[in-house]
């Protein structure tokens, strides 16, 4: 069974950085694509990254892009997050989650985030002075 956990939340300022952690267990990373998603009360779950494993390849959305990277550690087993000049709207819960496919395209294309098989539990960022 796909084991998610996630962790690195906290609070920071704005124009600070952040590294949140999402380690995997009972499955290989670097095989599917690994998508981190965030959501705030009252509003709907956006996906804000994901990353190919298999070769690599990144897609952001456009409210982070430029400021956020998403990269695996294939030895840890681990993906991460790195939020740079973070900004009040970065304020959400943080989930990975993965279908266990290959490429990004189920994790970006579909609005039902919810037929997504494996999530961790989440872990709270919050940027405020």
């Known amino acids: 069974q796909v084991q998610l956990v996630e962790s690195g939340g906290g609070s920071v300022r704005p124009a600070e950085s952040l590294r949140l952690s999402c380690a995997a267990s009972e499955f290989r990373l670097d095989t599917y694509a690994v998508g981190w998603f965030r959501q705030v009360p009252g509003k709907d779950r956006e996906v804000v990254a994901c990353?190919?494993?298999?070769?690599?390849?990144?897609f952001y959305a456009d409210s982070v892009k430029g400021r956020f990277t998403v990269f695996t550690d294939r030895i840890q087993n681990t993906m991460y997050l790195q939020m740079n000049n973070v900004k009040y709207e970065d304020t959400a819960i943080y989930y990975c989650?993965?279908?266990?496919?290959?490429?990004?395209?189920?994790?970006?294309?579909?609005?039902?985030?919810?037929?997504?098989?494996?999530w961790g539990q989440g872990t709270q960022v919050t940027v405020s002075t």
């Open positions: 990353i190919e494993n298999r070769d690599g390849k990144t």
């Open positions: 989650a993965t279908d266990q496919e290959d490429t990004c395209l189920e994790i970006l294309a579909n609005p039902r985030w919810w037929e997504i098989g494996s």
